[in-house]
């Protein structure tokens, strides 16, 4: 994990798994539309906090690519949820605007629920096609953009799925963050 502090927030990066992150309050799902149980992040998380979070979810369905719903994280180990749908990329238009979106909207529900530490997975960069050095370009730029509107969140993570995905997010960190 490497750690950066920007003002009184910490940026964390890391390689691990989002539904582990036992000291995070909110953890970011890559989520479909419909908010229903899917593949890669949004499967691991609904399979961990059980079929009430699909129940809850789909009540507040269907989102469009950039928005961001929250709901209750029940057998996760965080109190919340964030759901944001990422854009497909080559598919969606102005899919930087998209994403740049989820992040800005999760920060949002954040900040409105008074949670003070949330994860991230890399949105879009699975099944969505984004290439990640693209991807964390926009979500690294745009949470430094979003930092001084924030009063409750104090610790931002990015959880990523393997060492290719945690030193390109590195790279990048380091040339926003000297």
């Known amino acids: 994990m490497i750690t950066k502090k920007i003002s009184d927030v910490q940026l964390d990066v890391t390689v691990g798994d989002i539904t582990e992150q036992k000291e995070i309050e909110a953890i970011v799902n890559a989520a479909n539309a419909y908010l229903t149980h899917g593949g890669g992040v949004s499967g691991a998380i609904h399979r961990k906090a059980g079929p009430e979070l699909e129940k809850e979810s789909i009540t507040k369905a269907p989102i469009k690519p950039g928005e961001a719903v929250i709901t209750k994280g029940y057998n996760l180990p965080n109190k919340y949820v964030i759901h944001c749908l990422g854009p497909v990329y080559g598919s969606d238009k102005n899919p930087e605007q998209l ?78 963050i000297k």
């Open 99 to 176: 994403l740049s979106n989820c992040y800005k909207n999760a920060l949002k529900l954040a900040e409105a629920n008074e949670i003070t530490s949330i994860a991230f997975p890399a949105i879009s960069t699975g099944v969505f096609g984004y290439p990640m050095e693209e991807a964390a370009k926009i979500a690294i730029k745009t949470i430094l953009d979003e930092l001084k509107k924030l009063k409750f969140v104090k610790l931002i993570r990015f959880v990523l799925y393997d060492n290719r995905a945690f030193e390109i997010y590195k790279e990048t960190l380091d040339l926003y």
